[in-house]
């Protein structure tokens, strides 16, 4: 019995064959879900078109997030081809390189505004429009999120200030939607080589040291993102609501990494 027969979905952020998005669009494609694919650009939109073809002919929709027509226009569209939708998976996020690397001191208002509109307040301003076509369907909404927006991160910077107002968003949304029946979440993912993360300096650096103290000793893999996905927007965790789950190999856990224990 596959976990997601019969739902619709609609996955923001696919670029390519490394983003997070594809990593869960193809997990809970596999469970039989039916899904519509939101990308930014012209550009991108013949790359999502290209790897959709693996998929059961998703609708592609074009929704640049900082757009409040493209995203206004959303909604229509998913109703007239899915009439509902059961959940949503945003994994959207995008700073000024510049303000990736450097002393966070130095972020200009305009670095500051851009990251926190497209990182953090899109997920609000996508779940107020989705919200109505998830009415009566147990609806489930999960975004993706990093460590850095807990915890000081050499370089994540502005990142991680917007990542901190969407882990709180995550719960407000949670509070907000509950009564719906709408339950929000956020997967707090490790380091994994997308083209979002190529954008932040030391990124190498970052994979390998996860790797070496990890309690779990290894790197996150797209599989696992996928998979926590499709937990999340699945009936088997229907009582989960306004959470951080982390699926990092327990890194988060750490209070001092690099010690050696016997020493
Ligand atoms: P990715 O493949 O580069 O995905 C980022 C997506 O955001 C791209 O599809 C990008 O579209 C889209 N985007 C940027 N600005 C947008 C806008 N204004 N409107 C609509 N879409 C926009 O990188 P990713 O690592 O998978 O990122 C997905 C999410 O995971 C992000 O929230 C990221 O912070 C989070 N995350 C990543 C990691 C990691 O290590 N990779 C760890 C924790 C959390 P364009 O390509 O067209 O710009």
Redesign the pocket.
Known sequence: MMLLKGKTGLI?????R?????AAATAVAREGARLAL????E??EENVRELARQLDRPLILR????QDADLDRMPETLRRSFGTLDFVIH????AQREDLAGRFRDTTRAGYHLAQD??SY?LTAVARRVAPLMEGRDGSIV????LGGQRVVPHYNV?GVA?AALDMSVRYLAADLGPEHIRVNAI??????????SGIRGLSRLLSFHRAYAPLRRN?ALEDIGNAALFLVSHLSRGITGEVIHVDNGFHILGLAGLDPEG
């Open positions: 923001l952020g696919v670029a390519n490394r983003s997070l998005a594809w939101s990308c930014r650009s550009r991108i929704c640049d997030v900082t994994a959207v996020a995008f497209v990182s899109s975004t993706l999120t990093y990142m990542k707090s993912a490790g380091p994994v080589r997308t083209l979002a993360a996150t």
